[in-house]
């Protein structure tokens, strides 16, 4: 080819990229099965077994007056596992996400910015959680798209990956170009139960 633009590394960008959507979709959908039996479902909290985190059939009718509820709600059920108060994680759907920033958090000071979520989109920390937004949680049809909101801390999954091989093809014997392929093996584990929950919901424009 001929171009001023480094189409290699683009191509070689957009191969990584499309790796990991396939690698956070296999992760995200194994973890929702591995999480603790107290961090899910109607009867949430390993304590007080009271918090309703929706189960198959009934999720949580998620909207913009009461996200933040759940959230609250997600952060009982780790405290009642005794788990660290930093480093907590949830990742929610883009739709949850746009919820999100329009209930009370577009209130800068509920969030501790010195900008609103309208301002500049970030949507921070609730409740001792870093949110995550992705378009690759587990979803179903369940009178609407539902999906499992997974939340924890790092100390619930170990991750390993690596590029074990790498071979760069001068001249394919099939056709003109230049090919390189590599091999990535990973693997993962959820190696603490008690530190990952999920909010199985509904979220809704209302």
């Known amino acids: 080819y001929q171009s001023d633009i480094e189409l290699m590394d683009q191509?070689?960008?957009d191969a990584t990229e499309q790796e990991k959507i396939v690698i956070d979709t296999e992760v995200?959908?194994?973890?929702?099965?591995?999480?603790?039996?107290a961090n899910k479902g109607a009867t949430a909290g390993r304590i007080c077994a009271t918090y309703n985190m929706g189960v198959p059939g009934t999720p949580v009718d998620l909207t913009e007056s009461n996200i933040i509820k759940y959230i609250l709600y997600a952060g009982g059920i780790?405290?009642?596992?005794?788990?660290?108060?930093?480093?907590?994680f949830m990742i929610i759907p883009s739709l949850a996400a746009v919820l999100l920033k329009a209930s009370d958090i577009k209130d800068a000071s509920m969030m501790g910015d010195g900008?609103?979520?309208?301002r500049n989109g970030r949507i921070g920390m609730i409740d001792r959680f870093t949110l995550y937004s992705s378009n690759l949680l587990p979803k179903t049809n369940d009178g609407g798209?539902?999906?499992?909101?997974?939340?924890?801390?790092p100390l619930g999954l170990t991750f390993a990956s690596q590029f074990t091989d790498l071979d760069y093809i001068e001249h394919p014997e099939t056709t003109f170009g230049k090919f390189v392929k590599g091999l990535h093996v990973y693997g993962y584990k959820v190696i603490k139960?008690?530190?990952?929950?999920?909010l199985y919901a509904k979220p809704m424009l209302v």
């Open 11 to 13: 191509w070689a960008e």
């Open 28 to 37: 995200l959908a194994a973890v929702k099965a591995q999480v603790a039996a």
């Open 78 to 88: 780790l405290d009642e596992q005794n788990m660290p108060e930093t480093g907590r």
């Open 115 to 118: 900008k609103s979520t309208l």
């Open 145 to 153: 798209n539902c999906w499992d909101m997974i939340f924890g801390h």
């Open 193 to 198: 139960p008690e530190a990952l929950g999920v």
